[in-house]
């Protein structure tokens, strides 16, 4: 059984593969097998290692656009800033686009106008924050969330990385990516517009209410 394990790794750790027969013959060290620990070892730790390297690409912190706290506070009203740069949340069911429906346009970063979801990936999920099911593709950069006692996957703004929310899976709803992102209203600005690859023809269907809960 252990060395038949042993064959399956090592065929799995060698691109050429040996006769296992002629190899596993020989059970006691000898000058044909010394390799053997060297490479389980990484074979070992590649897959029962830390995903250091994983977490260190999933919580990356540098972001193009790399304004200062102080130069946010210059832009941004103190709600917004307290949301995106100090990743807080606003109340449930008082955010501008909590029940904002337009049939096209977009929703951008409020911090540095990145357009991050489309009218299309909203969805009404009665939370209390939008949600929608995707996003822009690379427009949201995701992180491991350890806060309040529970693991969460936080969402930020690739550009800017202004927090918007966090994202969950799973939960049902019948869109294509059993997907939440849940979202603050103060961190978007919804611009209206065509459909992506549309020319001119989508209109909002409330110009102008939203942002102004
Ligand atoms: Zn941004």
Not at 67 to 92: C, D, H, M, N, Y
Not at 200 to 209: E, H, L, N, S, T
Request: glycine residues 10%.
């Amino acid at each position: 059984m252990r060395s038949r394990f042993f064959r399956l790794l090592f065929n799995f750790s060698k691109p050429t593969r040996l006769r296992p027969s002629t190899f596993w013959a020989t059970p006691r060290p000898s000058p044909h097998n010394p390799p053997l620990k060297s490479m389980v070892i990484p074979f070992f730790s590649a897959l029962f290692g830390s995903s250091t390297s994983a977490n260190a690409k999933n919580n990356m912190t540098s972001y193009p656009d790399e304004r200062t706290p102080e130069e946010w506070r210059a832009v941004l009203s103190p709600e917004q800033f307290r949301i995106l740069r100090e990743k807080g949340t606003e109340a449930p069911t008082t955010g501008a686009y909590d029940k904002h429906y337009p049939s096209a346009g977009t929703y951008a970063c409020a911090g540095c106008g990145t357009p991050l979801y489309t009218a299309q990936q909203k969805f009404s999920s009665g939370c209390g924050w939008p949600a929608y099911f995707d996003s822009i593709p690379g427009a949201v950069v995701r992180h491991e969330d350890r806060t309040l006692g529970m693991l969460r996957t936080e969402i930020v703004c690739a550009n800017c990385g202004g927090h918007l929310g966090h994202v969950f899976k799973g939960e049902g709803f019948p869109t294509p990516t059993n997907e939440r992102h849940c979202v603050n209203s103060v961190s978007l600005t919804f611009k209206e517009g065509q459909k992506e690859g549309e020319d001119g023809k989508g209109v909002a269907d409330k110009p102008d209410d939203a942002g102004k809960a």
